[in-house]
């Protein structure tokens, strides 16, 4: 895993504790904690400032930046990207064009204010390191308006926080249907780490918990429809004939389903990443299964430049889970498993399953104190907080 992505560890491990308290407090509100983590982390990173509730103001804006971003960029959204030639109508004739302009306004808005509380920050005194300040500090050499700088660090949120709760709600989907992996993980688990809480340091001797998360994005892949891309000169693939300006889709959820390279793929299998039979197997298990250049996470250039923080907190977050909970589907009232559905998603960019019931609980009353703790001492370590 690239160097300089372990410098955001500490904020990826103290996030994750927080989650991982909330969550076995109350885990009805998963999809929120799973969003808070996502979004704290990129606002920490980003911008140097502490999520705490999850639903302070710059926090709730930029959700709903996230939620319109994957709305409307949604292949098929308004008519225009069916008919191009509509981009051509003067703005009273296309209402999409006055919602783009408008939206656009919003999310400009927010990540001004952003990228001023950064200086104010800054010139206080006051701002701890982080992206948008590296950008301040040296602007002039970045050759970037406070515009295009605001952008290009809001953008992150945007693209690193629902996809991240995404796969984190598809892996409690994974484990309501495959509980028996629970009990793999929990194996592996006991074995390497015993009673502390999993560490980063600890991912290289966890092949199965690389292999779970990994496999919930080949069976579930955030971007299902895949993101995009435009030919900038003419092409031939197989015979077939290109030209410069075609839209190409790399459709996620059918390269994923590949027989000849996921046998049996619609079975949810972890295996297929752990055991020399499957042809997706890869040695040594201390490096492989990994998440770096996987087709979930794009092609080519475009590839997802947020992989090595988007795997590092996929292991993290997966491997304490495993390591303090135990999901599984929920009974009512008659003491009946209530059915969740294995596939009812919603629809868009990045797609997320739509809330389902399931049960999670501590794995014992000695990991439930223990993550209870981490997060007492982590909350009282955090220094950040002093700013926030
Ligand atoms: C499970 C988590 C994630 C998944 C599945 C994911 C997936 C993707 C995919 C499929 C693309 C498009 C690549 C292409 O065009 O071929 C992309 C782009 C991008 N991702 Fe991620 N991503 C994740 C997390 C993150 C995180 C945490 C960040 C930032 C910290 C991030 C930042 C970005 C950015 C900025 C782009 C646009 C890159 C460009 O167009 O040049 N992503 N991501």
Known sequence: MPAMANSYQPAQSHESKRMLHDLIMDPSQYEFWFERYAGGLIFRIGYGMVIKTGKESYVRRALEVVHTVERVASPGAYIVDTIPALGFLPEFMAPFKKEGRLLHTLELDLFRSLLGEVRERMAKGTCPPCFMKTFLEDQESF??????????????????SGTTASAMMSY??????HSEWQEIMAEELDRVVGDRMPEFDDIPQLPTIRAVIKEVLRWRPVT???VPHQLIKDDIYEGYFFPAGVNVHANQWAIH?????YPDPETFNPYRW?????????????????????????????ICPGMNIAERSLYILTARLAWACKISKKK?????EIPVPQYNYTEGFNVQ????????VARSEKRARAVREAWEFAEKEDLLSLNA
């Open 224 to 226: 299902a429809g895949g």
């Open 332 to 336: 009512d009232a008659q003491g009946n």
């Open 353 to 360: 399953p739509k809330p389902f019931d399931f049960s999670l």
């Open 274 to 302: 752990l055991k020399p039979e499957f042809p997706t197997f890869k040695e040594p298990l201390t490096k492989f299964p990994s998440l770096q250049n996987y087709s979930a996470f794009g092609f080519g250039r475009r």
């Open 143 to 160: 050759q970037l308006s406070d515009d295009e700088g605001a952008y290009v660090i809001g953008t992150l949120f945007e693209a690193g």
């Open 257 to 261: 389903r590949e027989q000849e390279l």
């Open 172 to 177: 409690v989907l994974a484990m309501t249907h």
